[in-house]
């Protein structure tokens, strides 16, 4: 039997990226639309209220959009909204079992091991409705670790407590540099000390 020929093999390895790259861009719209149903649904629950007879009515009578949501709290949410939408596109996000498997877990359940460093502040955790995900540069994969300086900036920005307002800062272009690095990329690059750097100065300019 000859072997399969070398056209077929690339033909169905471009197939396969083709696939994974597809269903990678739907993770992403799925996620952005989740987001926006999340706001709809506390949008609606401030507005109107249902009844014990199953009737929806108005929370406090026919006042206007603009008195029941201020102006100021709409631009507000609008751009929180686009600044986690542009986190979602800037980042690859792995699943919390994806993540402790990163870190060379071996448990049957290796969801707890990316858990327990995230409650500590050393990871980045990003939760999407009822899960939580983590941007895969803050892993090392081949050495089964953080990477170096990751962990530091994570707890001193408080991760925790912030997770999007840090993801933004992650990928966004520093101020501090003279050239469009951002946190992201210094991390990526094993730049530890201007990571450092970076992280106390915005911490001290709080």
Known sequence: MSPPSTQHTNSASDLDAGIVAALGGMSREITDLR???????QLLFRLVEVDADGGV????????LAKLVPLHEVEAQRIEEDARADV??????LSSADAGRALGSTQSDPRRVASAWRARGA??????????????????????????????????????????????WWISPSGWLDDDRSPL???????????????TAVVGAA
Not at 185 to 199: C, I, Q
């Open 35 to 41: 987001i926006a149903v999340e706001s709809l649904e």
């Open 57 to 64: 009515h108005t929370r406090r009578g026919p006042e206007s």
């Open 88 to 93: 979602l596109r800037s980042l690859e996000l």
């Open 123 to 168: 990871l980045l955790g990003l939760p999407l409705g009822r899960s939580v995900h983590f941007p895969a540069f803050q892993f090392d994969v081949a050495s089964h670790r953080i990477r170096p300086g990751v962990a530091d900036a994570n707890k001193l920005l408080n991760a925790r407590a912030d997770p999007w307002g840090v993801a933004s």
């Open 185 to 199: 990329d210094l991390a990526v690059a094993g730049d530890v000390n201007t990571l450092r750097e970076l992280a």
